[in-house]
């Protein structure tokens, strides 16, 4: 059985999950740790023995600018349902914070495009355009 946690995944526990999903390269593991730290809000499932099975968090502005950010599920806890108690539990999370309407957006890997349709997510294919550029720290 799993069980959810709210609070923030370990630098350990992501990248542990990570491995285990092939997105090892996703994460820089020196940064890892800042990034969670300035999460607003984290979702952990864990099984039995309280090993970390799947993660969830969410970034933003904390007002109405929120985004689900690095939704991973271990292959193990595959199936299960998982992600997509993740999602409604960030959403409620949302739901009970923002103190107006907020938009809530996210990237979806092709697999995962079912688990955010079913939570009541569109594709951003119309106004508004969801776009992204990554880039390199200066000197490197």
Do not use: K, N
């Not at 929120?66 to 999602?87: N, S, Y």
């Amino acid at each position: 059985m799993v069980t959810l946690l709210d609070r923030i995944p370990t630098v350990a526990e992501q990248l542990a999950i990570a491995e285990a999903v092939g997105w090892h390269d996703h994460f820089d593991p020196e940064s890892l740790g800042r990034s969670l730290e300035r999460s607003l809000h984290g979702v952990v499932a864990v099984d039995d023995d309280g090993t970390a099975v799947a993660v969830g968090r969410l970034v933003g502005d904390g007002v109405r600018y929120f985004t689900v950010q690095d939704v991973l599920v271990h292959p193990d806890a595959a199936e299960q349902g998982v992600a997509t108690r993740i999602v409604e539990r960030l959403l409620a999370w949302v739901r009970a914070t923002a103190p107006a309407e907020a938009i809530v957006g996210l990237f979806s890997s092709p697999e995962a495009v079912g688990v955010y349709e079913a939570a009541g997510f569109e594709r951003a294919d119309r106004d508004p355009i969801g776009m992204v550029q990554a880039l390199r720290p200066s000197g490197r």
